[in-house]
């Protein structure tokens, strides 16, 4: 158990509902990191029913050290992500308040799109869905993470 003290990066994951079952697999990875005490994360799914849903998503969006852009052909076609999401992502990215990770997870045209700069996991930023161990792909992109969430709390 980690100390209550101790600060943990906040992490809001960005996904189109098309892709959920990729998310949550990719939760899996990250539930070390959980346990360790380093990180919270946040997602639409934890809305409750009686929220404001776009008022909550962006409250939440705006408290997350680090934002991870699930990419897809899905969610580069949300008008939702594109003008709520991935504006305020990339705001924050431009005033250093925070990390912005695109994780690519399908092949889609994305190297011309405003997250495009960013270094994106995983490694050569090889969509999830083209390795053909699942697992060594979401591991890589867990460890990517980690080293982000250690370089933040370092600070």
Known sequence: MSDSSTKKVQIFTSYAHEDEE????????????KRSGKIDTWND?????????NDSIMDELRKANVILLLISVDFNASDF???KELAESMRRHEEGSAYVVPIIL????WTSL????LQAL???ARPILDYPDRDAAFTEVADGIERLVD???AK
């Open 151 to 153: 370089h933040i709390l």
């Open 22 to 33: 990729l998310k949550n697999e990719m939760d899996k990875y990250l539930k070390v990191l």
């Open 114 to 117: 405003p997250y495009a700069k």
């Open 106 to 109: 399908r092949n889609c045209k």
């Open 81 to 83: 992500i594109w003008d």
């Open 45 to 53: 799914r934890a809305l409750i029913a009686g929220q404001e849903w």
């Open 122 to 124: 995983p490694r050569n």
